[in-house]
């Protein structure tokens, strides 16, 4: 191999580990599920993540390279081409680097499987092929090569896989006295978990899934390392995106008592249909009719109320109204307090808490019959429901300067945006509202339609004065819908530098949290 082929090699090296980490922290984001990673490939983000500028650059070197092959002497204009190519892109990632933009992937078992795969796969190619066509595969073809790595690896990971349910599942029986919980469907499971698992500690000791892990690997994980008899209740948020892992996790946990928070939109690349969403559920009713066990359900969710439930299932309806088993009427809401009526049975109180809007008074209705039937003392609940706090990232507000922060990032449903677009409307009045938006992700053919009603609804309501879309995804499309229903063009921005003061800034679902975080970190 000649000297300058030594160069070309060490100057790839940083280019190509900022394409392995994009394309690896993507693929964890979808957990490396085919079925989840497939309708990525139908969004605009996977064709300007392909597409880009650097791939315009690339390719037509690339197909230089090949008229390298037949003929030699184009070798010396090949070499210092990829020279400047790769010294260019040495730069950009650098840069790139500098500002935080790189994205980069959670360290676990699998990603250092697969990168112990992506070693071998090149040292094999930087062996048998030619060096010039190295570089350009570790440059256009990085998503194949790691596809590639997950496929070869993929015998031990299910054998790993199995072997880690199986651990789970016979630990997790051990301990039938501890009471489990399970909370699913689309929306509210992070929250209503967050809320049921602060309640409960101040009385029990609670072990409940962290953050949104959710699936069978991580709450086997959990289970193995976390899960002892001192607990009094485990509950798990978790996510079944085929009929079938209902199954698998119900054998993980063995829980007693199920919620079912609502079903929406999300997820319907993997469902295909609301209406398919809705006859799945029938596997959790199959499971908790086997067991006489308790299924508590959101009858304020239209999609959960088409839902038909036997007779025979011991269903417990929660809502905000009064054709249900438990139900809260909010009587008023002031700054940072509500106070509703609760009924139950027999039972009917009034709480106070310091949660706002009809939303969250919705998910602590079930958690309230939950703690009732769990033989909580109202004032035992009186007293928790006062110092609940919002899980990270949800509806936190933050004080800079002359203007106010609302980090609502963790979000990701319709309903909480307008929940809190309804109090930010209401807010000081000589507050400038802004709302900064990102896209919902995983709704199929269904996308295009429903980012077109959040548009229509937030311009015809006047719900705010300015709007930054940070979504990659119908971003022309939804800038145009808001002018349609009578939002300025002026006042659809791209950034928040000329923001001074006097401003409410609401920060919604999840790209929206890089523009929040450097606010924070400006002077």
Partial sequence: MKFEFYILLLL????????????????????????????????QQWKKAIKNFWFFVEAPIFLFSIIYFLDSKF???????????????????????????????????????????????????ILFINTYLFIFINLLLVPIIIFLSIFFTLPIVNLKKRKLISSAIKKNWKYKKIIKVWITWSYWKSSVKEYLSQILSDNFKVLSSPENINTELGISSLIINKLKKKYDYFIAEMWAYKIWEIETLWNIVNHKHWFLTAIWNQHLALFWSIKNTIEWKKEIEKKVNENWWNLYVNWDNENVRKAKFKKTTKVIKYWTRKKADAVSEV????????????????????????????????????????????WLTKSEIKKSLKKLQLPKNTLEFV???????????????????????????????????????????????????????????????????KIIYVGENNRKDFIKWLVKWWFKVKDVITDLNNIWKDNIILFEWRKSKLLFNKILWKK
């Fill in 331 to 374: 009587i008023w809401i002031k700054k940072w307090l509500t106070e509703f009526i609760f009924k139950y049975w027999k039972i009917e109180t009034k709480f106070k808490t310091n949660l706002l809007w009809k939303h969250n008074i919705i998910n602590i209705t079930w958690i309230i019959a939950f703690c009732f039937d769990q």
């Fill in 12 to 43: 790839l090296i940083i280019p190509s580990l900022y394409k392995y980490s994009f394309w690896l922290f993507t693929i964890q984001l979808k957990e490396y599920r085919i079925d989840r990673f497939k309708e990525y490939l139908s969004t």
């Fill in 75 to 125: 070798e010396v204009i090949l070499a210092n081409m990829l020279l400047y190519l790769l010294l260019l892109e040495n730069i950009f990632v650098i840069w790139k680097t500098v500002r935080r933009k790189i994205l980069k992937p959670k360290v676990t078992w699998r990603l250092v499987l697969t990168l112990l795969s992506i070693l071998m796969i090149n040292i094999f190619l």
């Fill in 399 to 465: 004080e800079k300067k002359w203007n106010i922060l609302i980090n609502d990032t963790y979000n990701l449903s319709e309903w909480w945006l307008f929940a809190w677009l309804e109090i930010i409307k209401s807010y000081n009045k000589s507050l400038e509202k802004i709302l900064v938006i990102d896209e919902l992700l995983e709704l199929w053919k269904k996308s295009w339609e429903i980012h077109q009603d959040i548009a229509k609804k937030i311009a015809k309501k006047k719900y705010v004065d």
